[in-house]
T-cell receptor, first 115, second 114 residues
Framework: AQKITQTQPGMFVQEKEAVTLDCTYD???????LFWYKQPSSGEMIFLIY??????QNATEGRYSLNFQKARKSANLVISASQLGDSAMYFC????????????FGSGTRLQVQP | DVKVTQSSRYLVKRTGEKVFLECVQD?????MFWYRQDPGLGLRLIYF???????EKGDIPEGYSVSREKKERFSLILESASTNQTSMYLC?????????????FGPGTRLTVT
């Protein structure tokens, strides 16, 4: 079974509108962390936001927020007031348990912001 | 600012060649990682290291080896390159502990094996 599922290969959004990128995860661990990364066309991976499994509040970082629904095992990224510079690939990732250090990534969503 | 650098942005090698991809980080991170990125598959872990001379296999280690002789440097080795190893290779590093200990990535090496 896929550990991280991103069901939207591509998304379009108008500039200044909000957009939600979906991510569902699968784990039996009680302790885990969820991450979102952005990858512009230049190729570098940029860390956006983190949510720990025990965090009760949804994480927010500027225009990024993570809509964490633990019972549904979903961790959707919400980008408010989209900008042209938000056009990129977005990856959801999970680190399971305290012992495992590596991340498991989803297949990504390509977001295109239209003027 | 954390800096993770990789020795080449683009590399073209022939089938059967031995290929070295180098990664250096300057933040004294304990963990270092090598991922491979292919369209539609996201990033897949090849190997990681949590200390000098220590390494653990990731999800797709076949055809690869690694070396970590110094804390700041982590090398990925393709012993005999094959065309199915044509891909983007990303190195990352992180602290051992301390939430969220997110991973910092290098710019990537796009390897083509002909």
């Amino acid at each position: 079974a896929q550990k991280i599922t991103q069901t939207q290969p591509g998304m379009f959004v108008q500039e200044k509108e909000a957009v939600t990128l979906d991510c569902t995860y699968d784990t039996s661990d009680q302790s885990y962390g969820l991450f979102w990364y952005k990858q512009p066309s230049s190729g570098e991976m940029i860390f956006l936001i983190y949510q720990g499994s025990y965090d009760e509040q949804n994480a927010t970082e500027g225009r990024y927020s993570l809509n964490f629904q633990k019972a549904r095992k979903s961790a959707n990224l919400v980008i408010s007031a989209s900008q042209l510079g938000d056009s990129a690939m977005y990856f959801c990732a999970m680190r399971e348990g305290a012992g495992r250090r590596a991340l498991t990534f989803g297949s990504g969503t390509r977001l295109q912001v239209q003027p | 600012d954390v800096k993770v650098t990789q020795s080449s942005r683009y590399l073209v090698k022939r089938t059967g060649e031995k290929v070295f991809l180098e990664c250096v980080q300057d933040m004294d991170h304990e963990n270092m990682f090598w991922y491979r990125q292919d369209p539609g598959l996201g990033l897949r872990l090849i190997y990681f290291s949590y200390d000098v001379k220590m390494k653990e296999k990731g999800d797709i280690p076949e055809g690869y080896s690694v070396s970590r002789e110094k804390k700041e440097r982590f090398s990925l080795i393709l012993e005999s390159a094959s065309t199915n190893q044509t891909s983007m290779y990303l190195c990352a590093s992180s602290f051992l502990a301390g939430d969220p200990y997110e991973q910092y990535f290098g710019p990537g090496t796009r390897l083509t094996v002909t």
